[in-house]
């Protein structure tokens, strides 16, 4: 095979596995941020003022219904909106898959290269040897008859 293209052969593959996880990536930061909004408690407002209201995490709250008081359930609501959280976690579902598709196709095209580059040394060896091994037939005079 050409070296040249063997060589953007690889390019492509190592570039399409660097973009995968890079899409892995930021599909994992939104993950870690939505769970953090959804497991730590958290202030209705700016807690510089007096009646700044503390909220209970949305996934860890005590009691068969959120212990927020019916005056501050709006402003917890607020804070923490649903749709806007199942909008980053719908945006995180293609960054995943195309990251998945694009980090196991680069990585299972490099290996491949690999494999084949170690076969082809291993056919290149057995050929060199089996060569030497054999010795150079000499050309029998012929008889003149």
């Known amino acids: 095979m050409n070296e040249y293209f ?4 690889a390019a492509a593959a190592e570039k399409r596995r660097n973009w995968g996880g890079v899409l892995l990536f930021l599909a994992g930061v939104i ?3 939505i769970a953090y ?12 003022y007096a009646d700044s ?6 996934l860890f709250y005590e009691g068969d219904a959120p212990t927020w008081a019916e005056a501050t359930w709006d402003d917890c609501r607020d804070e923490r909106r649903w749709p806007e959280m ?3 976690l719908g945006l ?6 195309g990251g998945a598709v694009l980090y196991t196709s680069g990585t299972t ?4 290269r690999e494999y084949t ?6 056919a290149a060896k057995k050929d060199a040897t089996a060569k030497k091994d054999t010795p150079a037939k000499q050309d029998a005079p012929a008889k003149k008859g």
Do not use: N, T, Y
Request: aromatic letters at 10%.
């Open 92 to 97: 995180s579902v293609p960054l995943s898959v």
């Open 117 to 122: 580059a170690e076969h082809r040394i291993a």
């Open 53 to 58: 209201r503390k909220c209970q995490s949305m």
């Open 109 to 112: 095209s490099l290996r491949m």
């Open 31 to 33: 993950w870690v941020v």
């Open 37 to 48: 909004q959804l497991m730590v408690p958290f202030s209705d407002g700016d807690d510089e």
């Open 6 to 9: 063997e060589q953007r052969f």
């Open 86 to 88: 199942l909008g980053w």
